[in-house]
Structures are given as structure tokens and as C-alpha cells.
């Protein structure tokens, strides 16, 4: 018998149904993150086309007013320098005007201040007379800058003295030139409240369809992922199956037999040392008698079919959870879990007779073959298996030496 070689364990290969589903997953997870990211970019890009929409429409507001207002919005000081300042017997007239030119706007309220951040009018006159001292926007607006900002207001008041409440404005502050100095601030409220929902229905329309695509595309890669996890899951059936059987015969090959053993004579240790039962395990060695002959007679395709069937009866004498494997070119190793000498003994003259009783057909021709086995089974004081197989190894050359066609 050849050199015994127990081979480890060949590292697993990724179950591509486990790739299928982590495809699934980062699919349904790049969906959900798209999704939420594309609408927060969309909400945050539609909040600052509202806010500059806004902003523009303040600006001109605003500008309106200082152009026909100018003469009551501000005043020359003994300098020469101007402010922005407002009489007070300017006020009531110059509200009603304000009021009237800015009621056709989405305006709810304005204020303007002078460049001490005070408030010299305001379209909720108890501000009026009032100091902003600490505000940085109103601050950047003195620096000459716009500055808008979106925001929900619970309650205001418009220019009509009715409450709103649970309204979007923007505030925009717009600094007033004068010869290349900013004077002042006015400070506008715009109602933008109804864009609010035009800016969910339209947010959800866009991702609606954004996940509806996702969907489809994710969904076409998913069947072509598939296909291609099931094509890979064939070769690796393929390539498995070629690791562990013999191309000719389709029994296992030497190593697959070998591992197979190991195992089987481990779990045997294991259940012998706590005293349990079925720790038994037989194996029979098997040789074709005078092979070569046959090979030089008939040719060695006819020795290939042989081979197969010679292979094939053996295999219909195993029980399910028995097992062979091609161990040489034409000798075989059966493991039989759960039997004890005897038993082994049994079934390798089951074996032997079925080998025997008929001839073997090959191209038309009738030819009759024998074969030897040797039988042996663990018993206590086997350290490893290789003791077993050498004891079945041994009994297969004394059967040999005995004269060939018979169990020893």
C-alpha cells in the first residue's frame, strides 16, 4: 500500500448565496442612505432657492421704498453727512404708505434701523424707538453685507394687525447706502409659508422616483447577481466534486477517503472515552487480482470500464452512510461507521461475492474478474488510524499470498 497521507482541511470557499444576500442588503441599504441623503440635498437646495427668491424680492421691496421714500427715511446732518432718521410727525403717514404699497407682497412685517442699530420704524410700531444691540446679522448688514435667513415663526402679526400662526418667513437684512456708506438696515419678513408644501409634495415626488429607480436598477443588477452566483455555485459544485472523487470511477479519491477516515475514527476516540456506544468502525481494502493482466489482454480502456463497474457494485452492497474511495490505481478502501470485526467481516464477503458471482461486460465480451480484501476494525490501543489501515493493508497482501479471490 502506498504511503499514508492524512491531508488538512481545504479552507472553505465563500457560499455565493451569502454573496447573493449581502448584495440584498447593501442594495437595500444604499437605497435607504440615497434616498435620505438625495432628500436632505434636495430639501436643503429648494430651502435656498425659497431664501434667495425671497432675498431678491426684499432687495427690490426695499429698494422701492428708499427711492420714493428717501426724503422722510433719512436726514442731513449740520455736517453734511446723512442718517438714517425719521420724524415722528412723519410717522403716521409714512406707516399708511408703507403699508399700502407693501400689501400686495407676502410682507408681514419690516423694520429700519439707523446705523446706531436703531429701530426709526417699524411696521409693529411698539419696536420703534428701540436699540438692537447685540445682533449679528443686523451687524452684518451695517458691514454692508445681505444677510437671509429661513425661519418658523409660531405666531406673527402682518401688516393687516392679524396673528399668523405656524408661519416659514424669511428674514432678510439689506443695508441703506449713502456715497459709498451704509447708513442703515431695513429688515424684511417675507411669508414663504406656502412653499412649504410644495416643497414636501415636490421633495416627494423627486424621491419617490429617485427610490423607484434604485429599485429598478438594483432589482436588474439583483437577476444578473444571481445568475452569476448560481453559474459560480455550479463550477464550485464542479471544482468540489473534482477535489473529492475520482474522475474515473466517481468513488472518492485518496485524499477525500483519507479525511473521511480521520473524522470518522475521531468522533470513534471521542465516544469510546466516554464509555458510549457505536464507537466501532471497520474498513475493508479491495484488489483487483491480476489486473495488469487484464489491461495487457483487453487494452486499457477496456481496464477503464471495468474499473467503473467494479467500483459500481461495490457501491450498491454499502449502506448511505458508508463510504469508498479509490485509494490506487486499482484498489479500494470501504469504511463502514458503527461495525465491529465481525460485522466488517460480513459485509467484505458480501462484497467479494457480488464482485465474483458475475462476469463484467465490456465491449460485447464477457470477463470475469476476482479480487482480495482485507478486513480489519478499530479496537481498543489503535492510537491513530493509520494502525487500522495497515492491520486491513496487511490482510489484503496475505489474501493476496494466500493465492488471491478470497477475504482474510
Not at 172 to 180: E, R
Request: proline letters at 2%; glycine letters at 6%.
Amino acid at each position: 500500500m502506498k504511503q499514508l497521507r492524512i491531508f488538512p482541511k481545504s479552507s472553505s470557499i465563500r457560499n455565493p448565496d451569502s454573496l447573493l444576500r449581502l448584495f440584498v442588503v447593501i442594495a437595500l441599504v444604499s437605497t435607504v442612505v440615497i434616498t435620505i441623503a438625495a432628500g436632505l440635498v434636495f430639501v436643503e437646495v429648494l430651502h435656498r432657492h425659497v431664501i434667495r427668491n425671497a432675498e431678491e424680492d426684499a432687495i427690490k421691496v426695499s429698494s422701492a421704498l428708499l427711492a420714493t421714500d428717501r426724503a422722510r427715511l433719512t436726514a442731513r446732518q449740520a455736517d453734511g453727512s446723512v442718517k438714517v432718521a425719521v420724524a415722528s410727525a412723519d410717522l403716521p403717514e409714512m406707516d399708511r404708505h408703507f403699508r399700502k404699497f407693501l400689501s400686495p407682497f407676502e410682507i408681514v412685517k419690516i423694520k429700519i434701523y439707523s446705523a446706531d442699530s436703531t429701530i426709526v420704524y417699524s411696521t409693529e410700531a411698539s419696536l420703534i424707538g428701540k436699540v438692537d444691540n447685540h445682533n449679528s446679522r443686523l451687524d452684518h448688514a451695517l458691514e454692508g453685507l445681505f444677510d437671509s435667513k429661513l425661519e418658523r415663526k409660531e405666531e406673527v402679526k402682518d401688516l393687516a394687525s392679524e396673528m399668523k400662526f405656524n408661519v416659514d418667513v424669511v428674514e432678510t437684512y439689506i443695508p441703506i447706502w449713502d456715497n459709498g456708506q451704509v447708513i442703515g438696515s431695513f429688515e424684511v419678513y417675507i411669508d414663504v409659508t406656502e412653499y412649504r408644501n410644495d416643497t414636501a409634495n415636490t421633495a416627494s415626488l423627486a424621491l419617490g422616483a429617485l427610490a423607484g429607480i434604485l429599485v429598478v436598477v438594483f432589482g436588474i443588477s439583483y437577476f444578473l447577481v444571481r445568475k452569476g452566483t448560481r453559474e459560480i455555485k455550479e463550477i464550485q459544485e464542479v471544482l468540489k466534486k473534482q477535489t473529492m472523487t475520482d474522475a474515473l470511477t466517481g468513488t472518492f479519491n485518496k485524499s477525500q477517503i483519507e479525511l473521511l477516515a480521520c473524522k470518522e475514527f475521531a468522533r470513534c476516540s471521542r465516544r469510546n472515552e466516554k464509555g458510549l456506544a457505536d464507537a466501532d468502525l471497520g474498513f475493508i481494502m479491495i484488489d483487483i487480482d491480476r489486473f495488469k493482466e487484464v489491461n495487457d489482454t483487453y487494452g486499457h480502456l477496456a481496464g477503464d470500464v471495468l474499473l467503473q463497474q467494479f467500483a459500481a457494485r461495490i457501491a450498491r452492497s454499502l449502506r448511505n452512510y458508508d463510504s469508498i474511495g479509490r485509494f490506487g490505481g486499482e484498489e479500494f478502501l470501504v469504511m463502514l461507521p458503527g461495525s465491529d470485526l465481525e460485522q466488517t467481516r460480513a459485509v467484505a464477503q458480501k462484497i467479494w461475492s457480488l464482485l465474483r458471482e458475475e462476469p463484467y461486460l465490456v465491449d460485447g465480451r464477457e470477463i470475469n474478474l476476482t479480487a482480495s480484501l482485507g478486513a480489519a476494525a478499530v479496537k481498543e490501543g489503535d492510537a491513530d488510524l493509520l494502525h487500522v489501515l495497515k492491520r486491513a493493508d496487511q490482510r489484503l497482501y496475505a489474501a493476496k499470498s494466500a493465492g488471491r479471490d478470497r477475504v482474510v
